[in-house]
Nanobody, 115 residues
Framework: QVQLVESGGGLVQPGGSLRLSCVGS????????MRWHRQAPGKQRELVAS???????YYGNSVKGRFTISRDNAKNTVYLQMNSLKPEDTAAYYC?????????WGQGTQVTVSS
């Protein structure tokens, strides 16, 4: 019943910006943390950012100062604003929402940073 749909990925030059969106359905996320992960081919999945139900944000060291996570509970949406993009940011980006012992994942959206 819970579904997450990501959008906003694409091809961007180094130094450019993208904003990813993740819209949920089947659940109201007001009381849940929301997270963004990414995974590049041949690499392990990496936690990029998370935001708690109270609005506290966490960022991986590689994206601190460049990415911003935010949420709009009225729209059941989490965003990831990505600035000053680097080639090493190239990956498939996934949003997820932990609910009790189960984590729901989106289908992913591809971000490619290349000149």
């Amino acid at each position: 019943q819970v579904q997450l749909v990501e959008s906003g990925g694409g091809l961007v030059q180094p130094g450019g910006s993208l904003r990813l969106s993740c819209v949920g359905s089947g659940i109201i996320f007001t009381n849940y943390a929301m997270r963004w992960h990414r995974q590049a081919p041949g690499k392990q999945r990496e936690l990029v950012a998370s935001i708690s139900s109270s609005g506290s944000a966490y960022y991986g060291n590689s994206v601190k100062g460049r990415f911003t996570i935010s949420r709009d509970n009225a729209k059941n949406t989490v965003y990831l604003q990505m600035n000053s993009l680097k080639p090493e940011d190239t990956a498939a980006y996934y949003c997820n929402v932990p609910v009790d012992l189960m984590t729901f994942w989106g289908q992913g959206t591809q971000v490619t940073v290349s000149s």
